[in-house]
């Protein structure tokens, strides 16, 4: 749990936020999770719609293989418990765009059991949430109110989608917390390659539990906000319903335990309906579909593929490279920008390599709108323009010149340097005469540099200047502190 608890001052006193998420991930799969129709963003209405989906008489539900095995996979790499045998219930409850009239979920015994994720702050610290479980349960389809001013329109290809639904304890002090946990979880699951983290297709969404109490006391009642797509507005949702709640208790009200939606456009939640609870649902097992039971061998060899996930692949960087916490942070937190800065690192300067790629790279891919395996650049290319300033052929000043050639498609590093002629000034004999000349028409300062040393900086850019950035500052440096008697 968290040790670092941010409170907020009320009027008559202080608060604390206590925060639990149930974040909805899509699994990725070609296929529903009791259906072989497609899945996939960007088909028209109802094109990915099989009878199963659509709750024809007669048509059962079957269980795909797949999406257990991701299910798996995940759970494992959230370091939880696997339970070997789970079961699908129904869930009662009105959909109007599930045409079933229920959703097939699981309630008492999970595939997933308690696990944790160790999650980093900004400034550098770290929390463990706890989480209870992960069950699989399918997803509904999508009423348009916005085609027809008299009608609303159902789109079902959603309808059976595969979702995980990952429920952690009431860990979470702060939305900063929050965010964090959320951006967290996402990157695991990339790795893993179970779901795709496409937020704003709605891919990844969280139910935000909030509630509020005096510092130490029991849990207050709590509010429950749905679907909250985005970093950003997980904050926002969570500041607003604190103070929300917060305003209603110090005036003497109490807490009704309800459903909310955030409107990111007035940063406000508002009612959606009050909060059911389990016995709301009316649960019971599902007749159509028998106990899912996994063989543990099965279970051995899902493990056995999983690839190295943030916190080990960080803890590497961090070992290999000579990395600092921070820069093998932010390297792997996408793991194609973690495969493109080790492509790109290969008898390089670590630490020059990382700077490219985290700053240079990534700031001019952000304005494009572009994703690092989109990158014009590749690899090797940083590889070589990070030689080339180890090599002294260029400073890092004319660097920067080269990268926004290479950007432009002007060619190699090496190329565009031989070809515009940005190769660095070490020449001591050609340096001599620019700094003999400087010191001589400039004898006041060269004194002063003496009382006071680092006003040597003003040579250093004269020189510069002189030479169009290109001149070797080691070198500038080193003959100046000669020359100047320092």
């Known amino acids: 749990m968290t040790e670092k608890t941010k409170l907020i001052e009320g009027r008559t006193g202080s608060w604390e936020i206590v925060l639990g998420l149930e974040v909805h991930a899509q699994v990725a799969s070609n296929a529903k999770l009791f259906?072989?129709?497609?899945?996939?963003?960007?088909?028209?209405?109802?094109?990915?719609?099989?009878?199963?989906?659509?709750?024809?008489?007669?048509?059962?539900?079957?269980?795909?293989?797949h999406c257990v095995e991701q299910a798996v996979k995940t759970g494992l790499g959230l370091k939880a418990q696997i339970n070997h045998w789970s079961r699908f219930d129904r869930k009662n409850y009105f959909y109007p765009d599930l045409p079933q009239g229920y959703q097939i979920s699981q309630f008492k015994d999970p595939i997933v059991g308690e696990g944790e994720v160790i999650v980093e702050r900004d400034d550098g610290s770290t929390f463990t949430v706890r989480i209870e479980r992960l069950h699989l349960e399918q997803d509904a389809g999508k009423s348009l109110h916005d085609q027809d001013p008299n009608a609303t329109y159902v789109d079902l290809n959603r309808a059976g989608t595969a979702l995980m639904e990952i429920v952690s304890m009431p860990d979470m002090r702060s939305s900063e917390e929050a965010a964090a946990y959320v951006k967290k979880l996402r990157t695991i699951l990339v790795y893993l390659g179970t779901c795709d983290g496409d937020m704003d297709k709605g891919n990844l969404r969280a139910d935000v539990n909030v509630s509020v109490r005096r510092p130490g006391a029991e849990l207050g009642t709590r509010c429950e906000i749905k679907n909250v797509n985005s970093y950003r507005y997980i904050q926002q949702a969570i500041e607003y319903e604190a103070r929300r709640q917060i305003e209603i208790l110090e005036d003497g009200g109490k807490i009704d335990q309800e459903t909310r939606l955030f409107d990111p456009g007035k940063l406000e939640t508002r009612s959606m309906r009050?909060?059911?609870?389990?016995?709301?649902?009316?649960?019971?097992?599902?007749?159509?579909?028998?106990?899912?039971?996994?063989?543990?061998?099965?279970?051995k060899e899902i493990e056995a593929t999983l690839p190295e996930l943030p916190d080990a692949k960080k803890a590497?960087?961090?070992?290999?490279?000579?990395?600092?916490?921070?820069?093998?942070?932010?390297?792997?937190?996408?793991?194609?920008?973690?495969?493109?800065?080790?492509?790109?690192?290969?008898?390089?300067?670590?630490?020059?390599?990382?700077?490219?790629?985290?700053?240079?790279?990534?700031?001019?891919?952000?304005?494009?709108?572009?994703?690092?395996?989109?990158?014009?650049?590749p690899p090797d290319a940083i590889a070589e323009l990070v030689q080339l300033i180890e090599e002294g052929v260029i400073s890092s000043k004319i660097a920067k010149d080269v990268f926004e050639r290479m950007w432009a498609g002007d060619g190699r590093p090496r190329e565009i340097v031989e070809k515009q002629g940005l190769q660095q000034v070490s020449d001591t004999g050609a340096l001599d005469a620019i700094i003999d000349a400087l010191i001589a028409a400039n004898p006041g300062q060269a004194a002063a540099v003496k009382e006071k040393p680092q006003a040597i900086g003003w040579f250093v850019g004269q020189v510069m200047k002189e030479t169009g950035g290109k001149a070797n500052p080691g070198a500038v440096n080193q003959l100046l502190k000669a020359k100047l008697g320092l």
């Open 274 to 299: 009050s909060k059911e609870e389990a016995h709301d649902y009316r649960y019971f097992p599902d007749p159509d579909l028998l106990p899912l039971v996994l063989d543990p061998a099965w279970v």
């Open 316 to 377: 590497r960087l961090i070992s290999q490279y000579g990395l600092s916490a921070y820069d093998a942070g932010v390297l792997i937190t996408e793991q194609a920008r973690a495969d493109f800065y080790e492509t790109a690192v290969k008898g390089r300067d670590a630490k020059l390599t990382a700077n490219w790629v985290t700053n240079d790279l990534a700031a001019r891919l952000t304005a494009a709108g572009l994703e690092i395996t989109e990158s014009p650049i």
């Open 35 to 65: 259906s072989g129709a497609a899945v996939g963003f960007g088909a028209g209405p109802n094109e990915q719609v099989s009878l199963v989906d659509a709750a024809m008489p007669g048509m059962l539900p079957v269980i795909n293989r």
